[in-house]
Every structure is written in structure tokens, then in C-alpha cells.
């Protein structure tokens, strides 16, 4: 048996020894574990960066970590405070408590980001135009309960400064208003309340129940929408506390003139410039012959009856003629 090996494998004493080393340092970096490593990563930062080792070996404790400081120009310090207008924040916080002071901050949030995600050419170009605009939040309807109360807090909320859910309301507001809170809506552009069911809430998209409200991203218009005319909030306010709070009148363009007769039972309407003009009999009663008007036409000319003939009787002979 001795002999059937001699010759075929020496052993090799160098790759041997290599081998030994290798598994000798593997051992060794198994060992040293996760402090070693760190150790290892802080000497390889110090080499790259000098001024770090230097102001650590001084005993400066500006240095937190291994990273430089971040570049000038970029601190917290050097952002704009945001300036508030405070009409429209008496306004929302106003809004908000009368529509979801029953919900907490959560259900409050919520409807502050839906009006404040309505600004723009659909609902109205300000936030006083998408609140007072008519029939958008139930507490600014005519006839609601609560809106005697929200239109003194929206111009004075001295009385009730201390509430708790005031103060949380006008919390809110600021924070919607200044970018700093999280719409928990997702961008929702209408809500209801989970006791009733609009009309709309069928074809809404995107719905969300939070709380007691229902959100939905959008409710898609069966037709153009024209922007709402601007609202000024002072002045609405005063108005509608001395009770001549101004009604909604149609734009120039749509409005109607007076009637003008049925064509196949469908009423038809005169221009608008026709109102509250003259008649014709009105303005030349002696030279306008009021039935002129009735007389028939074709091509613009005056149907011309054809007058009678006269006709001859004929005449028979009778039994007793000469």
C-alpha cells in the first residue's frame, strides 16, 4: 500500500502555511466583530478628513459625528416666517368649529384641508370666496342654527377665546393655513356627514369615511362651472349682521328678457335689451295701427286678398213665361 503513493503527492509546506495565515486571519476579523469594524471606519474617516481629527483630539464638542457641516445658507433659521391673514383665519377657524367641533382636531383637520384644497378657478380664487359663497357649508346657509354664532366668530371670537375646541379650531386653522399640517384627506374637495346622502355623493369619486364625515376627491360638474365673483369678508360680515347680507344675481350674459309668446308650448323670451322699452302703439298711437302686426305675410310682403267678383245668378224659365 506504501508503495502505491510514492510519487503521486508531495505535500506542499508553502501553500500550507499560506492557507494557515488566512484561516489565522479570519479568526482574527470574526473577533474583533462590530468594534472593529467602527474602529477601522473612524480611522479611515480621520485620514480623510484632518480637521475632524483635530478638533476631536482639541476637545470641541461642536463636531456631533464624521459628517461636515452641511454648507451655509441652508438652515432652518434662515427660512421666512409665514405672514397669516388674520381675517382669513378668524374665517376658517370659524368655519371649521361650526361644521366639525363635534369630530376633535382629527375631523376638524380634515374639513380645514377640504376648504382650503377648493381655492383656485372651480370654487373660487381666495379662501373668504370658496367659504361664502353660497350653498358650499351648511353653516353659512340661510336658515341654519349655528350661523349667527359662526358669523360672530369669524368677527370676533373674544367671547369664546378660552373654549377648548376654539382654541384647537383656531389651532388648526393656523396650521393649515402656514403649510404645516398633513392632509389627512388626500386632497378631498367634498364632504358630507354620514346622516344624510346629496344627491351628488353617487357619482362622488374617491370616498373616504373619517369620523363622522364622508370625504370623496372629487364630484365631477354636469357642465362648466364659472368662477364665483370675488367675496370681500368685512364687508360680507357686516351685511350679513345687519341682515342685508346681498343676494346672488345672475351674470348679464344669461339673464332673460321679457316673454315673448309660446312657439309649440315652449316660452320664448325677447332680448334683454327689449325690457322696459316701449311699444310701438306706445310711442305713435295716432300714425301705428296696433293689428298691423297681424296682418299676413310672405317674404316680407303683405298677403294682398284678391277682391270679390261679382256673380251673375242665371235665371230659369219658368211654366208661365210669355
Partial sequence: MAVRWIGLTRPNKKNHRARKD???????????????VLVLAAAMNFALYPDALAAVVSGERSIVGFVPEEPAGRTVSDQQPVVLNE???????????????????????????????RVGPRFGEDLSTVILSPKQFSV???????????????????????DPEWAVADRVAREVLSGQSVDPTGGALFYHTRGVRPRWARIGEGRQVLGQHIFYSDVPDPGVRDTPRLIDVAQYLGQAITGGEPRTQRASSSRRGPRAGRVNGVIQYAPASAARQALPSE????????????????????VVRPSPVDTVTPTTAGAGAP
Avoid: F, Q, Y
Fill in 22 to 36: 488566512a484561516h489565522s486571519l479570519k479568526h482574527s476579523l470574526h473577533a474583533l466583530g462590530a468594534g472593529g
Fill in 87 to 117: 381675517d382669513e383665519v378668524r374665517l376658517l377657524a370659524a368655519t371649521v368649529w361650526g361644521e366639525a367641533r363635534s369630530e376633535g382636531e382629527d375631523g376638524m383637520r380634515a374639513v380645514a384641508h377640504v376648504m382650503v384644497n
Fill in 140 to 162: 353659512w346657509n340661510r336658515g341654519d342654527p349655528n350661523r349667527r354664532t359662526v358669523v360672530n366668530l369669524a368677527r370676533d371670537p373674544s367671547s369664546i377665546a378660552t
Fill in 283 to 302: 310711442t305713435n298711437a295716432t300714425t301705428v295701427d296696433v293689428n298691423g302686426a297681424a296682418a299676413p305675410t310672405m317674404n316680407g310682403a303683405p
